[in-house]
């Protein structure tokens, strides 16, 4: 039974019809027909072939007709020119017709006359233009004043006394309600002024028994003819209010989701809503110089919808509520919660030239830890997701649990469905949401469970990562392993910031902004006594943060392509197998080239992957990878170490029972100390030594620089600088690069010429220092 006062169904609701309705004894009822009018009042229940007849006043059904025949009783003996099996029926009181509905045809029938009216059936369209065949229920609402048609999940209305049919709209009225307030919160209506409006209103998900869809497309006609006539509303009969644009809004919801786009609420729509979600809205006005238009008169009456006024508009709103507030109990409150929250995030607004520093320092706030995982893993994870940014920009990210909290740059925080005096309540499925000009992230903790490192869960990485894509400025994408999909996906281990993200984040410029060098917090105001001073001698002046829209660019120790045996389970040699490794600092990269770029997790210490190399500076690898040798050598100083690539470490001692490492002028005699760069020319056989404006050619076999060498590199490789910083052949490219500081030349493959420079970063993307905090060190 619905209560439509109500707007729900009658507690306990549904039951079944032959307990409710005595003597009704078919499961599936047809239609039921309600003759109430001056003279009448019989209740008629119509089932396949047959029909009862219902005692209102007792609550059964009569046994007998007048004429003493049982019910049930045939259709065709009771209402002659009615088929069986009828869609449905429904009484117009006004007119003082009943009309059957089967297919495509509606029987108007004259019940006192037991007849069908001249002229009919008639098709559908003709005499309810926009109502479709096949009806599942009709029926006249006293609530409404109108007679609506249902079919499957939608309904149909007659607008006015007689006017047009209007529809489809959504039948569930709660589903209706709870969508157009999901719409409007994430900015399907219009663009959401997320980080200054206040105050959303709380929703709720679809929940289960609502989505329990045998309850529409089997439509019980039953619901629909109790009620009891005088409760109507006044006035004009409702049907629903701005529907294109519900439906628009619903369209536009689905295209952003893949979804077939049908502009009604069904059940692919309903559970990709249900799906957890950050709560940021998909569609947020265009951050401009409108936030510091200040609203005035001609803007606050304005129906215009673009950016400025759209954002006037929306302030006006706001003070609009806020006065409304005053109206209610716990509004003095509430109101200096909301003038607190604005205070706050204006502050933190004006310290917005924060991400232009070499680091931003973040806060896990200390009343807002998660219940559900160790502190320290907290930590651990968020930190990760930050530097899982910092592999493709700039900046470099450190927790800061010391400073005064305004001084820290980013905070985050656990919080429930109230929380942290913030003015948007969680929303069931969304497990988190950020403002990016407060530089705030709040994760919803009741979103269970959050894990690390395993498939099931909700992965508190990929949270973390997306909240802070949103805090370094990226909105919702709805590109395939974008890690800015508004949806919470299921995640494999190791997920990785998607090409696309990474373009996008580089887009926002995070280098090009840069105003002065060293940071504000390495000129002295951030005490970084528990960082290794290398960062600032060694990293900052290294790297050039003004060029290319915010990509990362450094300068290498040495490049090479480490080329090895691939072997089957058995141990053969089934051919063989390469990767590229860049080394800087200490620490070295896995260059996958068909990906463009790096390993995850990379950069790793060079003492951690390449046991028993000591030294922090790399000055050059040598991989021999001839048909009769395979050897690879690490140059460091005046030294060098044998590397075993079948057992993956350093030889402890060279044939001759000296033990590595090993002077440069005892294993390779004629090449200097303290090379620039090194590398193995395969086609040609030869070894090649760069030291300052100088090549070595040698001879690995022989031991010895081929005669007349060395030479001025300009005379050997023209257009290669002096003082190199590496030199490597690349399988991936099949020719020879030469790296000095941002710069490369290559080997042209077609003229065997020198082409270049060319900017490192173009080629090799995403390779970034981004060692942070954890430096360790080494
Ligand atoms: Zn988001
Ligand atoms: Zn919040």
């Known amino acids: 039974m619905y209560e439509n006062s109500q707007g729900r169904t009658r507690y306990g609701d549904p039951r079944v019809i032959r307990k409710g309705w005595e003597g009704i004894a078919s499961r599936k009822i047809d239609g039921i027909l309600h003759v109430l009018n001056r003279f009448w009042d019989v209740l008629f229940f119509f089932s396949g072939d047959s029909y009862y007849q219902y005692d209102s006043e007792r609550d059964q059904i009569y046994t007998h007709d007048a004429h003493g025949n049982p019910f049930p009783n045939l259709i065709s003996y009771g209402f002659p020119g009615i088929p069986d099996n009828i869609d449905t029926v429904y009484y117009n009181r006004s007119a003082g017709y009943t009309y059957f509905f089967k297919d495509n045809l509606v029987y108007q029938y004259e019940i006192e006359r037991q007849r069908v009216s001249p002229g009919f059936p008639k098709e559908i369209s003709v005499l309810y233009p926009g109502v479709p065949n096949n009806l599942d229920a009709a029926y006249y609402s006293y609530y409404h004043k109108t007679t609506f048609f249902i079919k499957g999940l939608e309904y149909w209305g007659i607008s006015g006394n007689n006017g047009p049919i209007v529809g489809p709209f959504t039948v569930n009225q709660r589903w209706r309600d709870i969508c157009n307030s999901f719409l409007e919160r994430l900015g399907y209506f219009q663009p959401v002024d997320w980080e200054s409006t206040l105050d959303r209103s709380r929703q709720t998900i679809f929940e289960p028994e609502d989505v329990a869809p045998d309850i529409f497309s089997d439509f019980d006609p039953s619901v629909m003819v109790e009620e009891v006539e005088g409760m109507g509303r006044d006035g004009e009969p409702t049907i629903g209010v701005d529907d294109e644009e519900f439906k628009e809004a619903i369209r536009k919801f689905q295209q952003a989701n893949n979804l077939t786009i049908t502009g009604l609420l069904d059940d692919a729509t309903r559970n990709k809503m249900n799906e957890p979600r950050c709560g940021n809205p998909d569609h947020t006005l265009a951050k401009n110089g409108t936030k510091t238009v200040p609203p005035d008169a001609s803007n606050m009456t304005s129906n215009s919808s673009d950016d400025a006024h759209a954002k006037s508009n929306a302030t006006v709103v706001v003070q609009k509520r806020a006065a409304e507030d005053t109206s209610q109990g716990n509004s003095r409150k509430r109101q200096s919660v909301l003038k607190t929250w604005m205070e706050r995030q204006e502050e933190r607004r004006k310290k917005r030239g924060i991400f232009v520093n070499n680091y931003v320092t973040w806060r896990l706030l200390g009343e807002g830890y998660s219940s559900q995982l160790d502190a320290d893993l907290q930590l651990a994870v968020i930190q990760q997701a930050f530097r899982m940014w910092s592999e493709v920009i700039p900046p470099l990210f450190r927790p800061d649990h010391v400073s005064h909290i305004e001084e820290v740059d980013v905070?985050?925080?656990?919080?429930?469905?109230?929380?942290?005096?913030?003015?948007?309540?969680?929303?069931?499925?969304?497990?988190?949401?950020?403002?990016?000009?407060?530089?705030?992230?709040?994760?919803?903790?009741?979103?269970?469970?959050?894990?690390?490192n395993r498939p099931d869960g909700i992965s508190l990485l990929k949270v973390a990562v997306h909240e802070i894509g949103h805090i370094l400025g990226l909105g919702h994408h709805e590109w395939a392993n974008s890690v800015m999909q508004p949806n919470y996906a299921p995640q494999p281990y190791n997920f990785e910031i998607g090409a696309e993200d990474r373009r996008a984040v580089q887009e926002l410029g995070y280098a090009s902004g840069l105003r002065e060098f060293p940071c504000r917090h390495s000129a002295g105001v951030q005490d970084l006594s528990g960082y290794p001073d290398m960062l600032d001698r060694w990293i900052l002046p290294h790297r050039r943060l003004t060029h290319h829209r915010g990509k990362c660019e450094e300068r290498f120790d040495t490049v090479f392509d480490w080329v090895r045996p691939n072997r089957d389970e058995n141990g053969y040699m089934t051919g063989v197998i390469y990767n590229t490794f860049f080394f800087a600092d200490g620490r070295y990269w896995m260059y996958e080239n068909s990906k463009g770029r790096t390993r995850y997790g990379d950069p790793l210490l060079i003492r951690g992957g390449w046991q028993g190399i000591a030294s922090r500076h790399i000055d050059g690898i040598l991989h021999v990878w001839s048909r009769t040798w395979d050897v690879l050598f690490f140059f460091a100083g005046d030294s060098y170490w044998e590397y075993d690539s079948e057992r993956e470490q350093i030889y402890t001692h060279d044939a001759n029972g000296n033990p590595f490492p090993n002077l440069i002028s005892y294993g390779f005699p004629g090449i200097p100390d303290n090379i620039d760069t090194v590398y193995y020319n395969r086609s040609a056989g030869y070894t090649y030594f760069f030291k300052d404006h100088l090549v070595y050619q040698y001879e690995v076999e022989r031991q010895r620089v081929s005669p007349g060498f060395p030479k001025e590199i300009a005379e050997v490789f023209p257009g290669v600088p002096n003082n190199l910083d590496a030199a490597y052949y690349s399988y991936t490219h099949q020719t020879t690069f030469f790296l000095k500081g941002f710069d490369y030349w290559s080997i042209s493959i077609s003229t065997g010429a020198i082409d270049g420079p060319f900017t490192v970063n173009e080629l090799w993307q995403d390779i970034c220092k981004v060692w942070m905090w954890e430096l360790d060190g080494s």
């Open 411 to 452: 905070n985050l925080a656990f919080g429930r469905v109230r929380h942290l005096g913030c003015p948007n309540e969680f929303q069931e499925q969304e497990y988190a949401h950020a403002f990016d000009e407060a530089a705030e992230v709040h994760i919803n903790d009741q979103i269970q469970p959050y894990t690390v």
